[in-house]
């Protein structure tokens, strides 16, 4: 791995994990964080949190981690991004959380919330106040002729002691009522990791992609052409990955295990 470039880094099991009340609790990164940056390697947080990016990094700052500024993808973010290069600026009905909507407007976007204003897109994010009407109203948008973006595709995310419903069912729920494809964004989407290498200016075997999870995360950046590692410290164990067939390039108990071979 002496020939990266570039690091890229997953959040959730990877990074941090949560506590019993959903607080962001360290697991590791910053040796590999302070490595990386002695050894003149770029570093890329990727994560499918869709609040703005100051949010993100402010919450990985209090767990201990040295971000800097600018060291952030987020599918909020990408998603901004993605719609105002192939389409300028749009009009967006947002289903999804405030934080989402000011991301998104950050890159030019008008935020339509007067149903009877006419949107380009629907996009959805994650939603914890989700109701039966605003799943019709995004219906009612699409059948009038709006295109459909998913932030990401994940099916599930941790909160405190459990687990929750993430964007990708919602997302699925609507693409079946409105006989419409979705365009997804966020991981596990070839469209991040070209976004994250175009941003981190290298070539996909000039990277290296950190996760916890095998198919979501690192397949596709295999997929692409990038060196993957996972860590154990999140949901896939020893016998999962034994089982996969997929099969990163290194395995490490912890993160920062891979100061030695960087």
């Known amino acids: 791995l002496k020939d990266i470039k570039a690091l890229l880094l997953d959040v959730q099991g990877t990074l ?3 506590d019993e009340h959903g607080r962001n609790i360290l697991v590791g990164g910053v040796r590999l964080i302070e490595h990386a940056r002695r050894t003149g390697r770029r570093i890329l947080v990727l994560t499918n949190a869709t609040k703005r990016n100051e949010a993100i990094l402010n919450d990985l700052r209090g767990a201990g981690l040295p971000l800097e500024d600018g060291e952030i993808l987020s599918a909020g973010q990408a998603t901004g991004l993605y719609l105002r290069e192939k389409r300028g600026a749009c009009r967006l009905w947002i289903l999804g959380e405030r934080s989402l909507g000011e991301e998104l407007a950050k890159y030019g976007h008008e935020i339509v919330n007067d149903t009877s ?5 629907v996009v959805v994010g994650l939603d914890r106040e989700l109701t039966f009407e605003k799943l019709n109203t995004a219906l009612a948008h699409l059948r009038s002729g709006a295109e459909l973006i998913g932030c990401h595709a994940s099916k599930r995310i941790p909160e405190k002691d459990r687990e929750i419903i993430s964007v990708g069912p919602i997302v699925k729920a609507l693409e079946y009522a409105s006989d419409k494809q979705a365009t997804i964004i966020g991981k596990p989407s070839r469209v991040m990791y070209e976004m994250a ?6 070539n996909p075997h000039e990277a290296l992609m950190i996760s916890d999870e095998l198919k979501n995360d690192l397949l596709p950046a295999k997929d692409i052409g990038m060196k993957t590692a996972l860590t154990l410290t999140g949901v896939t164990k020893r016998q999962d990955l034994e089982r996969s067939e997929i099969k990163p390039d290194i395995v490490v108990e912890n993160i920062d295990d891979l100061v030695s071979f960087l």
Not at 197 to 202: G, S
């Open 197 to 202: 290498l175009a941003k981190l200016r290298v």
């Open 16 to 18: 941090t994990t949560r």
């Open 117 to 121: 204003e006419k949107p380009h897109f």
